[in-house]
């Protein structure tokens, strides 16, 4: 089967050759079912995560051995089943999520760890959801239990897990506050119907936000979501009421920022450090009742997925590239049996 492998740790983004960090190998086995509860999925759409990236520069948490086929969350059709499979039958749409292996024709997993994509949902777009929007719903629902009322600031807002964050937060029925950085982006988050958008490249955050709350006769912010990091979140921290809930999402920006305690204690904040793939681990039953209630805003329309860009697996390096570049307005994609050539959806 044809797959994407990191054969070294280094830069997605140079073009693909037998001397670059990603090739493609095209005489890779077709996995075998492993139990009588396994499915073979044959891959139609995989998302690209900053995880991803930062995995194949060496930069991320989990570092497996070289060699590797990178990838996350992924959708398809069922290809074969186990003997022992009950849920699911050759030709059913699924999707899910795996520590590694998506960028690939075909990935195996248990029955238990795949989703039914449901009736109406496109099935490109269901590879985007379980990461993306999976973080931002254990964050904000299960971590932070925002309220309706409650308003939101999500840093990041343009990204995949901004864009989430976002849509769910308006789910919830929150107040959201989104910041991004161009006009484009702007537009587009104001199309979603948030209520206040920051423009980074015109306005300063704690101004903009602070005349928005006194418009609203709001005391200020209840939930941060920072994928970010940096300068951003610590300015954003002075926009924080009493009690609020900070979810630390991940460092775009490169920059780990320093929470201070003594801060915390005083305006008796919480902290949530979230690591969405730890759940799988610990605590699977929370992804399992989060992607499923997913699934469902998704089949009646409470969520849509952004797809900003979708390439073939040869131009992959093209599709790194669009997120360390942050040209992307949602999700980059993976599309399997597609012919070369980026596909912009915006």
């Not at 003997?83 to 899910?96: H, T, Y």
């Not at 997993?109 to 490109?124: I, N, R, S, T, Y």
């Not at 949530?272 to 759940?279: E, K, T, V």
Request: hydrophobic content about 45%; proline content about 5%; some cysteine.
């Amino acid at each position: 089967m044809e797959a994407l492998v990191c054969q070294k740790i280094g830069d997605p983004t140079l073009p693909l050759s037998d001397s670059s960090p990603i090739t493609i190998s095209k005489s890779l086995p077709i996995p075998n079912l492993s139990s009588p509860t396994s499915v073979r999925v044959r891959i139609q759409a995989t998302s690209l995560n900053y995880a991803n990236y930062l995995q194949i520069l060496g930069r991320y948490q989990e570092k497996p051995p070289l060699p590797f086929v990178p990838g996350s969350d992924y959708s398809g059709v069922v290809e074969a089943v186990g003997n022992g499979v009950g849920r699911f039958r050759v030709g059913d749409r699924v999707c899910s999520f795996a520590s590694l292996g998506s960028y690939a024709e075909f990935i195996v997993a248990d029955e238990k760890d795949l989703f039914l994509v449901p009736d109406g949902c496109d099935l490109v777009a269901a590879g985007a959801l379980p990461v993306a929007f999976g973080t931002s719903h254990v964050a904000l629902v299960h971590r932070a239990q925002l309220k309706p009322g409650q308003v939101l600031l999500v840093l990041g807002a343009a990204g995949g897990v901004g864009l989430s964050a976002v849509q769910i937060g308006k789910v919830c029925g929150a107040v959201v506050i989104a910041v991004a950085r161009g006009a484009e982006k702007v537009q587009f988050l104001r199309s979603l119907g948030v209520d206040h958008v920051v423009d980074l490249s015109k306005g300063n955050v704690i101004e903009s936000v602070k005349n928005f709350l006194k418009e609203r006769k709001l005391k200020g912010v209840d939930v941060l979501y920072d994928p970010v990091g940096g300068k951003l979140m610590k300015d954003s921290m002075k926009l924080l009421n009493w009690g609020a809930n900070i979810l630390v999402i991940g460092f775009a920006s490169g920059d780990v920022p320093v929470i201070p305690a003594n801060i915390a204690l005083v305006k008796n904040w919480t902290v949530h450090g979230l690591y969405w793939g730890s759940y799988k681990i610990h605590q699977p039953h929370i992804l399992e009742d989060s992607l499923n209630e997913l699934l469902s805003w998704l089949s009646k329309g409470l969520i849509t997925i952004q797809i900003s860009h979708a390439y073939s697996m040869s131009e992959a390096n093209l599709a790194f590239a669009a997120i360390k570049e942050r040209k992307v307005i949602g999700k980059v994609m993976l599309v399997m049996n597609t012919s070369a050539g980026a596909r912009s959806k915006l």
